[in-house]
């Protein structure tokens, strides 16, 4: 069987693009491991990322709205599938490694904290040197899961991890600075905020928080009104613009690449920061806030002894930041709130 694997590794030799990343030649793990006699490296990735439990732990984190009891709003989960599939599609239409890309799609959000980015805002405040959600996600495969060993992941998918992130800067700087070392990184990257940018102004516009007609006529004539038109224009675009620099990068047009940047910026001010979103940025500054002091000082029930390397602090942080939101509510309220006495 083990023939199985080296089959799959000459079909991506003979079919991918020369710049995709090869299976056969990754950069390896952190740990030796035999090879697998069916699965090649980025298939043995993405698989443990699916099977580990902070994947299932995404489907009860915030996306936008916190907690939210409407069924159709997304959630980290949903997020991280609508990315995958994004992703995917742009490395197929490129030659690019697909199991590659799938493996950093699916694991680039696994360090998200609870209540979205306005916990990660808390903890970062919070945590001696800071915190990031990127960073995070690479802590989680590298050294927190599995009991404090880790998923030994392949460096491909570590690097594409804890490069996909941009928040308001560059989608695609000029250089290497802070973009992954593949292409297929790089398309995670891109996929990333093509999905939120339309997935969040769906959620918006459901919730009631902006309306159609508060979207710019520029942005919807240059992409389109419906989000699937806009997926689908934007992803297009990214193909023939990679194509058309010969694949020495991932790129976009600079027309969509500004009309993409001036939506997340509609985005910034309309949603993720009006006057609700900033007021449940308090609530969840009190809730993040006493759950890290009441562990600081009594670490004994909840806070794992690794890494042991790392502070107090930070293995607080690794806890908060592995919650749901509704775990965070409800261990707030057992640690907090009153009980009634017994009759």
């Known amino acids: 069987m083990s023939n199985i694997r080296e089959k799959l590794e000459e079909i991506e030799r003979q079919t991918l693009s020369p710049r995709a990343a090869l299976s056969a030649e990754t ?28 994947f299932r732990r995404l489907k009860h984190k915030t996306q936008v709205f916190l907690a939210p009891f409407g069924d159709h709003y997304r959630t980290r989960l949903t997020h991280t599938l609508e990315v995958s599939q994004i992703a995917r599609t742009i490395a197929r239409a490129l030659r690019l490694n697909e199991d590659l890309t799938e493996a950093i799609a699916l694991g680039h959000d696994l360090g998200h904290t609870p209540f979205g980015h306005a916990g990660e805002k808390v903890l970062n405040r919070l945590v001696p040197g800071g915190f990031h959600h990127a960073q995070q996600s690479l802590r989680v495969v590298d050294r927190l899961e599995y009991e404090g060993k880790g998923l030994n992941l392949t460096f491909e998918v570590g690097d594409g991890i804890v490069n996909h992130s941009k928040g308001r800067g560059e989608i695609l700087p000029e250089g290497n600075n802070n973009l992954p070392m593949t292409l297929e990184g790089q398309i995670v990257r891109v996929a990333d905020v ?53 694949l020495s990068k991932i790129a976009m047009s600079q027309e969509i690449e500004e009309a993409l940047v001036k939506l997340r910026d509609f985005l910034y001010d309309r949603v993720y920061y009006n006057p609700v979103a900033k007021g449940e940025l308090r609530k969840t500054e009190k809730i993040i806030g006493d759950l890290f002091d009441y562990f600081c000082h009594y670490p004994e029930e909840f806070i794992k002894p690794y890494p042991q390397e790392d502070s107090l602090e930070r293995r607080v942080a690794d806890f908060i930041a592995g919650m749901t939101d509704r775990y965070a509510l409800g261990l707030y309220e057992r640690l907090f709130f009153p009980r009634s006495w017994p009759v």
């Not at 950069?27 to 902070?54: A, M, Y």
């Open 194 to 246: 093509v999905a939120y940018v339309n997935h969040d102004l769906d959620d918006a516009l459901r919730a009631g928080v902006i309306k159609d007609k508060d979207i710019p006529t520029d942005l919807v004539q240059t992409l389109g009104k419906w989000p699937a038109k806009r997926i689908d224009r934007m992803v297009e675009d990214v193909v023939r613009t990679s194509l058309e620099v010969d």
């Open 27 to 54: 950069r390896g793990r952190q740990r030796p491991e035999k090879r697998h006699p069916l699965r090649t490296e980025f298939q043995r990735d993405r698989d443990r990322i699916i099977h580990c439990k902070s």
